[in-house]
């Protein structure tokens, strides 16, 4: 027999998946379920506001769910007063009797031997899959629209997760959106490997003072490549002799503190178009199309073409040439941006800032805009969506995309099926 979770033997009694002839307590008084109660994800019991006749009397109240009724006394519900409204125990096995912390009995009712053997073995085959997906081999019995409905719900649940982020820069930034927005482009062009890098620059070198030499492409450079301390203390050409130079006067002037080391930086096993250099100098020509970030952002950006075209530049000709001050590139390359990085950006950066945006503002139109935008956008390819195109769900967008890792990372990869509706439509009886 398997060592059935709790949270299976709450989705059993959420859909009541339990032979439901002649219940009773576990002392023999007989049970009508009137109301389950609605599942309640938060402290407190599982299921609220439940209605229950036992022998004939009415309870209206809450109901706990366990795998052994001792759980009971383990996890102190028997001196936590919020558990005094339980008016059902449904667990398992029942190995010893339960009180309220009023010291008033609980009626239990136990589901060993009730559960419906569809449910068992649809359960144990789900568990027991070896695949990446354990839904895969059964994939084609979920209806479409569950999957959709699974899809959306990870969907909303990723961007959530990205939107905090985005609120925690707002939070440092004593609500600047445009500060906000310059850091969290800083962060997103650090492609994962150099992110948090990325954003200590950005934090070191407020936004306004980049701005104010907004006609000095190269004082930009200067201060922008002397503050993330790529700067050699020998310079090895004019170009940063020139770059030292500047840097020199601009940090005192502003008061600029060393921010980060250059061993900080990631150059080792990264593609040279991911160079942290590079992405700096891609960086510094976005910002140059865009001299109001963010609300460029939010009033000029309205689909991914016009978001796109933003994206399409070329940095600095030494940055074509080189990959570090003084390293030449085997050959010149122009420093732009593929198709790829630019679908990157549209997803990671513009997408959870217009998220975040909409959450501040309570306005759900932001959070339609950022899955017309998705639904734009090519679908990523990389092993999660291989996962799913090889169980024949397929991935059109990066909306489906986005979708499917947010899936795959917060419930496939954790085995957390019976959280997932896909999962929960396979434990149905025939």
């Known amino acids: 027999m398997m060592d059935f979770q709790e949270n299976f033997l709450q989705l059993v009694w959420k859909y009541q998946y339990f032979d439901q002839k002649q219940l009773q307590t576990t002392d023999g008084q007989a049970i009508e379920v009137k109301k389950i109660g609605y599942h309640n994800f938060h402290e407190g019991p599982d299921f609220l506001e439940a209605q229950i006749k036992i022998s004939g009397v009415n309870f209206h109240g809450h109901v706990e769910v366990h795998r052994e009724s001792s759980d009971w006394k383990q996890h102190t519900h028997d001196v936590d007063e919020r558990y005094n409204s339980v008016i059902l125990h449904v667990v398992w096995e029942n190995d010893e009797k339960v009180k309220r912390s009023d010291g008033t009995h609980i009626p239990t009712f136990e589901l060993k031997g009730k559960v419906l053997l569809d449910v068992v073995r649809n359960y144990e085959k789900l568990l027991n899959s070896r695949e990446p997906l354990l839904c895969g081999p059964f994939l084609e019995e979920v209806p479409g629209i569950q999957r959709f409905s699974m899809l959306e719900k990870s969907l909303v649940e990723r961007f959530e997760e990205k939107g905090k982020m985005v609120h925690q820069i707002l939070a440092a930034t004593h609500g600047d959106w445009e500060e906000t927005a310059y850091r969290w482009l800083f962060y997103c062009f650090g492609f994962k490997t150099n992110s948090q890098a990325m954003l200590r620059l950005a934090e070191s070198l407020p936004y306004k003072i980049l701005k104010k030499h907004a ?216």
């Open 215 to 430: 006609s000095q492409p190269m004082v930009q450079e200067a201060i922008l490549f002397g503050q993330a301390a790529f700067i050699p203390e020998t310079p090895p050409d004019d170009y940063a002799v020139f770059a030292k130079r500047e840097y020199g006067i601009y940090q005192k002037k502003y008061g600029l503190l060393p921010a980060l080391d250059v061993k900080e930086w990631k150059f080792m096993r990264v593609r040279p178009a991911n160079y942290p250099t590079i992405r700096l100098s891609q960086l510094l020509s976005f910002l140059s199309q865009s001299p109001h970030l963010f609300s460029d952002l939010l009033e000029k950006t309205f689909d991914f073409s016009t978001f796109k075209s933003t994206l399409s530049f070329d940095p600095m000709p030494y940055w074509q040439r080189h990959y570090q001050y003084g390293k030449e590139r085997k050959q010149v390359q122009k420093g732009h941006l593929t198709e790829g990085a630019k679908s990157l950006i549209a997803i990671n950066f513009l997408v959870p800032l217009w998220f975040a945006y909409g959450q501040y503002q309570g306005d759900g139109h932001w959070q339609e805009r950022c899955f017309d935008l998705l639904q734009e956008i090519p679908s990523e390819q990389n092993h999660i969506i291989r996962h799913f195109d090889q169980v024949s769900w397929r991935a059109i967008n990066a909306y489906d995309s986005q979708g499917m890792i947010g899936l795959y990372n917060n419930y496939c990869k954790l085995k957390k099926c019976l959280n997932c509706k896909v999962g929960q439509s396979l434990l149905k009886p025939a």
